[in-house]
């Protein structure tokens, strides 16, 4: 069993930054592929980044390539998105995601989630 606790949204005005952490319990928090999600009101919930369990592979949705970074310390048990140059689009409920991915680092299927924290980009 692995809980997972969204900590690092907020408001922020277009062009700002915020860093999300998501800290997991559990002891086999290295063996899951980790990713971030989100959904805006009325649409999907999308992937928009996720990490091997090493951390040597990482994937980016389109729209977030070259602004998004996602990373993860092992020894601490979390997964972070560090997010520059946000946009008004990127308003949305993040998720964290904890499950199985393919080589690449693509999460292909979630086994646990986190209750999501608000991110806010005003214009």
């Known amino acids: 069993q692995v809980q997972l606790v969204e900590s690092g949204g907020g408001l922020v005005q277009a062009g700002g930054s915020l860093r999300l952490s998501c800290a997991a319990s559990?002891?086999?928090?290295?063996?899951?592929?980790m990713g971030w999600f989100r959904q805006a009101p009325g649409k999907e919930r999308n992937l928009v980044a996720s990490i091997s369990w090493s951390g040597d592979n990482t994937y980016y949705a389109d729209p977030v390539k070259g602004r998004f970074t996602i990373s993860r310390d092992n020894a601490k048990n979390t997964v972070y998105l560090q997010m520059n140059s946000l946009k008004p689009e990127d308003t949305a409920v993040y998720y964290c995601?904890?499950?199985?991915?393919?080589?690449?680092?693509?999460?292909?299927?979630?086994?646990?989630w986190g209750q999501g924290t608000q991110v806010t980009v005003s214009s």
């Open positions: 995601a904890a499950g199985r991915g393919s080589w690449s680092g693509i999460l292909t299927s979630v086994d646990y």
């Open positions: 559990g002891r086999t928090f290295s063996s899951y592929t």
